[in-house]
């Protein structure tokens, strides 16, 4: 339970940035990037910590951006 209330909580990655975060993904999935993959998955990623960051946003954004920078190993 202690978990989940840490994941709703926005944390600022201060070390590392949404195109650090959009590369680890594709690395993890395997897939190639033809720079147009890149290029969506970071404004995806700039609309997720965008939304993550407003605390009158449901807290799931918060878990979903959490949630990515655990899986990538940036957070």
């Known amino acids: ?31 190639e990037d033809d720079g147009k993959l890149g290029e969506e998955l970071l404004n995806a990623l700039y609309q997720v910590k965008a939304t993550a960051q407003n605390p009158y946003n449901s807290d799931y954004w918060r878990v979903l ?11």
Not at 1 to 12: D, R, S
Not at 15 to 28: H, Q, S
């Open 65 to 75: 951006y959490n949630v990515l920078l655990a899986i990538t190993g940036l957070e």
């Open 1 to 31: 339970m202690e978990l989940l209330e840490n994941l709703k909580k926005y944390n600022e990655a201060s070390y590392y940035d949404c195109n650090d975060i959009a590369e680890k993904l594709i690395e993890l999935a395997n897939m």
